[in-house]
């Protein structure tokens, strides 16, 4: 299982340092982008009209009780794992991560819906559920995901712990999108911001948005996938 997740993700070495990159023209005008304009921000308001298509960031996606739900289910896995903090080439840092295919009724509602909303009718999806624990000092770091393993749509529910996720694009990372991924939001990567661009969390030293700061915790990702056509 290791090595299955291990493959779903090709690093890539940041090509800048992020703290250096300019940060004033962010922010698009538009009211025609799907998700709200204070959840996604970019280095130019066009990157964020032309890929806001294909992100989507939707705010309360779980109530409380459901990410109680989803946190009883987990935790008893993963407190039996050790968070991995020395392997310097993996894409992520300070983490602990299982699989799950059959769910509880509570957990496995929530994830219908979770699909619903993601995928098209009738696109297969990869079976088991990739689940994700960063400690409050873990990140990940600018990737893609494997496209032999995965296909054209990516969704995550963020638990625990509000977070930035920061899309560049691959060979001119100078364009780039934050989304605030706030606790309990549903992300959607489709298409060209899933096969073209980097995905990254960021690490709690940097993890400012649109000019505020945004604590990270421990969080936990639930992230469901489809295959490849
Ligand atoms: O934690 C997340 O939401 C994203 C995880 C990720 O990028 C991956 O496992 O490939
Ligand atoms: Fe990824
Ligand atoms: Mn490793």
Not at 7 to 13: D, F, G, P
Not at 44 to 49: D, F, H, K, T
Not at 175 to 196: K, N, P, V
């Given at each position: 299982m290791k090595l299955l997740l291990t493959?779903?993700?090709?690093?890539?070495?940041p090509a800048v340092v992020f703290s250096r990159r300019r940060r004033s023209n962010s922010c698009a005008s538009?009211?025609?982008l799907s998700p709200p304009d204070e959840l996604?921000?970019?280095?130019?308001?066009?990157?964020?009209?032309?890929?806001?298509s294909q992100v989507e960031v939707r705010t309360g996606f779980i109530t409380e009780e459901e990410e109680a739900a989803l946190l009883r289910e987990l935790e008893p896995g993963l407190k039996?794992?050790?968070?991995?903090?020395?392997?310097?080439?993996?894409?992520?840092?300070?983490?602990?991560?299982?699989?799950r295919v059959t769910w509880g009724p509570a957990c496995e509602a929530i994830l219908s819906r979770v699909r619903s909303v993601a995928f098209p009718t009738g696109s297969p999806l990869l079976g088991p559920v990739h689940v994700l624990d960063l400690d409050r000092t873990g990140y990940i770091k600018p990737h893609i995901d494997s496209v032999k393993f995965c296909g054209n749509t990516i969704a995550g529910l963020s638990l625990l712990s509000d977070s930035i996720m920061r899309l560049a694009r691959e060979g001119?990372?100078?364009?780039?999108?934050?989304?605030?991924?706030?606790?309990?939001?549903?992300?959607?990567?489709?298409?060209?911001?899933?096969?073209?661009?980097?995905?990254?969390?960021?690490k709690d030293e940097e993890s400012v948005f649109n000019g505020h700061r945004v604590p990270r915790q421990r969080r936990i990702s639930v992230i469901c996938r489809n295959l490849p056509i």
């Open positions: 493959v779903l993700r090709q690093s890539h070495k538009s009211g025609l996604i921000v970019g280095s130019s308001p066009q990157l964020v009209e032309t890929l806001g039996k794992k050790r968070y991995e903090f020395d392997h310097w080439d993996d894409a992520i840092h300070g983490y602990r991560e299982t699989e001119a990372p100078a364009e780039w999108l934050d989304l605030l991924l706030s606790r309990r939001s549903l992300y959607i990567l489709r298409d060209q911001a899933r096969y073209d661009f980097t995905h990254e969390i960021l």
